[in-house]
């Protein structure tokens, strides 16, 4: 039986990577990798993805499909959405936050733009290494889905009043 030097390649090259261990401690600080074990956040860890943003690219637009879901290793995203004619900012994320969860549990549309607010390292989990994770009936994907629920409720608990008086 032959190896698949692409995998071989992967996990040598992970094995090298001396900031593993900083990424791993980030994954494991990270309220949606509550209660998943270390050994399989470092199996985890090896098929995310790393990508490279400049200052000022736009990583998602509001309204297109969500792929993927991000963790930020070293920058500022800025999260914006379309108000009338103007862009407001919602917030800017720094290290160790994450983005995009929403794209995890379904085939939503984004609900804001994602930018580079500077030159930025982001961590990527794409849905369908995610949804692969949820077929193998693996553990770490109920914990998952389970904190990103919690997470979601969370968001909702915390949003500010409405003006509105008709909104329940």
């Not at 109920?142 to 500010?160: E, F, G, M, R, W």
Request: hydrophobic share 40%.
């Amino acid at each position: 039986m032959g190896f698949d030097t692409k995998i071989v390649t992967k996990y040598f090259a992970w094995a090298l990577d001396t900031a593993r261990e900083a990424r791993l401690s980030m994954l494991s600080d990270c309220p949606l990798f509550k209660g998943v074990s270390r050994r399989r956040l470092r199996k985890i860890l090896i098929d995310l993805v790393e990508k490279k943003y400049k200052a000022g690219d736009t990583i998602f637009h509001e309204r297109e499909s969500g792929m993927a879901i991000y963790f930020i290793l070293e920058g500022a995203v800025k999260i914006m959405k379309k108000l009338g004619s103007e862009d407001k900012t919602l917030c800017v994320l720094g290290p160790s936050c994450h983005f995009g969860e929403l794209a995890l549990i379904g085939h939503t549309s984004r609900f804001a733009t994602a930018v580079a607010e500077k030159d930025t390292l982001l961590l990527i989990m794409y849905k369908s290494y995610f949804d692969d994770l949820v077929r193998s009936n693996n553990a770490a994907a109920t914990k998952i889905l389970l904190n990103v629920a919690a997470v979601l409720s969370d968001y909702i608990h915390h949003q500010p009043e409405s003006d509105d008086k008709t909104a329940p």
